[in-house]
């Protein structure tokens, strides 16, 4: 048993943080409605403001500014499809496209490592450790600092993102993802509420690549690839799993869905597949995932019948 815990908790660890990006993927497709591609872009776009801003000694800085940069790839991406009057998926992959560039001038190469520098948000945590003892005398210390860390963070983004749409303009957000129509009729400026929207989406994703980066000390171009399977199956997941019943439960099961597919990712590598396997695990993850919903409303007919 002890020898699992350690794997248990990096699960735990980056389940937390990637539930942070599942947060801002409910916003786009579930809120909004709007299939949003700048994930993949706005990802890495957080991990290389806050690996640049941790190798100058300030981390939290970092983390700060990768949801302000985050916030401003989102913008672009509803400008140019509020504005522009492009269509919202076209506008995603453009601004996905731009940000490659963008996030090579940020890191000046493909891939920037913190090397010897080692404070981070996590560091001041590091010495938070507990020691766990079987009955044959074997110990396994557990380092705890790091999942305090990944799971304040992704509470207090909870809670913040639960108070802003109770607020007037969280409901007139939800409100235009329900019904854009209605609410244009109602005199809500709609594009606004989606460049709000947008903006607070990929903000919560780029805060997401910024925790990863410094959790990894790592930051890599080609890191957000994917990201936004990755935050759409952890969604789906949560839905399928811990139900919707009202707004509450729905933003809590987002982030017990991230935490679940970072379960599955984890016992496939155990199982000893090859990491060239990973995207089909992926692929296979977000299908059942999709799936599940029709099959758990047939096993409902089929029990009323």
Do not use: H, W
Not at 282 to 303: D, E, N, Q, R, Y
């Amino acid at each position: 048993m002890l020898d699992i815990l350690p794997l248990i908790l990096d699960t735990l660890e980056l389940g937390f943080i990637y539930a942070i990006m599942a947060l801002g993927v409910f916003i786009s497709f579930r809120t909004l409605n709007t299939p949003d591609l700048t994930v993949d872009g706005s990802f890495v776009t957080g991990s290389a403001v806050s690996i640049v801003f941790t190798l100058i000694g300030l981390p939290f800085c970092g983390v700060m500014l990768s949801f302000i940069a985050g916030m401003v790839a989102g913008c672009l991406t509803a400008l140019i499809s509020t504005k522009l009057k492009v269509t919202a998926l076209l506008s995603g992959i453009l601004m996905m496209l731009a940000l490659y560039s963008i996030n090579l001038r940020i890191m000046s190469k493909p891939n920037l490592p913190l090397g010897k520098t080692d404070k981070t948000i996590f560091s001041f945590v590091d010495g938070l450790k507990i020691q766990l003892a079987n009955g044959a005398g074997k110990t396994t210390t557990l380092p705890l600092g790091r999942i305090l860390i990944a799971f304040v963070a992704f509470a207090i983004v909870l809670i913040l993102l639960l108070l802003f749409l109770k607020t007037k303009l969280g409901l007139g957000l939800r409100a235009t993802g329900d019904n854009e129509a209605m609410v244009r009729a109602s005199g809500v400026d709609t594009d606004k509420m989606k460049i709000i929207g947008m903006a607070l989406s990929n903000g919560l994703v780029a805060l997401s690549g910024g925790i990863l980066a410094q959790y990894s000390k790592l930051s890599d171009i080609n890191m957000g690839t994917g990201m936004v399977v990755i935050g759409l199956a952890s969604v789906i997941i949560g839905e399928v799993v811990f139900g919707t019943s009202n707004i509450v439960r729905r933003l809590v099961a987002v982030g017990l869905g991230a935490v679940v597919y970072r379960a599955i990712y984890a016992i496939a590598i155990q199982l000893g597949m090859e990491s060239s396997d990973l995207k089909l695990v992926s692929a296979v993850i977000v299908l059942i995932a999709l799936f599940a919903p029709t099959v758990k409303g047939k096993i409902k007919i089929g029990g009323k019948v």
